[in-house]
């Protein structure tokens, strides 16, 4: 299958900082990527699509300024969480779509906010 | 709302046995299926997509679809210990193509 990488695998921080994580397809271009969060026990949570070259598509009730995407190549899709707070500790994943529908996801970004 | 919808689990098999898992769909138009597995602290990783009704085999896994009654399982032959995970169900949105997951089954394989 095709290789989604993301970086860092793990971040600390401190509450009020901004933390970027980045997401590659290593072996094939994604127009598409998509964006999602998992809390402890609980499934995936869409927070929003990344189309190259135009702006995201935010699902309902996930914050555009607080979560900021920026898909400016055929390959990277980058998430910045602005002034993190406890709360948004969670487990970030990103998915990018090759063909129609398939996605494959990254290896995801633990985020702590201390 | 669209929705995606499992049991929970957790779902217990001895070794050896087959497993089932079962998720059922709501959008009656859905074409396009799959089955993820995710071992705690990873992320998904996709097993099987199937489009057609009947079945689909790969290795000891067989996805099914029944889209007239809006079903889709996957049966795991000869469970192994290894296997023990969750597995999430998804199905596409046909508006704009993204997934729609469900809760995740957790299945696990007793030695």
């Known amino acids: 299958g095709a290789v989604v990488s993301q970086h860092p695998s793990r971040v600390i921080c401190k509450s009020g900082t901004s933390v970027k994580i980045e997401c590659r397809s290593l072996?094939?271009?994604?127009?598409?990527m998509f964006w999602y969060r998992q809390f402890p026990k609980q499934s995936l949570m869409l927070m929003a699509t990344?189309?190259?070259?135009?702006?995201?598509?935010?699902e309902q009730g996930v914050e555009k300024d607080k979560f900021l995407i920026n898909h400016a190549s055929l390959t990277l899709s980058t998430l910045t969480v602005t002034s993190a707070h406890p709360e948004d500790s969670s487990f970030y994943i990103c998915?990018?779509?090759?063909?129609?529908?398939?996605?494959?996801f990254g290896p995801g970004t633990r985020l702590t906010v201390l | 709302q669209k929705e995606v919808e499992q049991n929970s689990g957790p779902l217990s098999v001895p070794e050896g046995a087959i497993a089932s898992l079962n998720c059922t769909y709501s959008?009656?138009?859905?074409?396009?299926f799959f089955w993820y597995r995710q071992y705690s602290g990873k992320s998904p990783e996709l097993i099987m997509s199937?489009?057609?009704?009947g079945d689909k085999e790969d290795g000891r896994f067989t996805a099914q679809l029944n889209k007239a009654s809006q079903y889709v399982s996957l049966l795991i032959r000869d469970s192994q210990p290894s296997d023990s995970a969750t597995y999430l169900c998804?199905?596409?949105?046909?508006?704009?193509?993204?997934?729609?997951f469900g809760q995740g089954t957790e299945l696990s394989v007793k030695p």
């Open positions: 998915s990018a779509r090759v063909l129609a529908d398939t996605q494959y």
């Open positions: 072996d094939f271009q994604a127009t598409t």
């Open positions: 990344s189309n190259e070259g135009s702006k995201a598509t935010y």
């Open positions: 959008d009656r138009v859905s074409q396009s």
């Open positions: 199937i489009y057609s009704n």
């Open positions: 998804a199905v596409r949105d046909n508006q704009g193509g993204k997934l729609i």
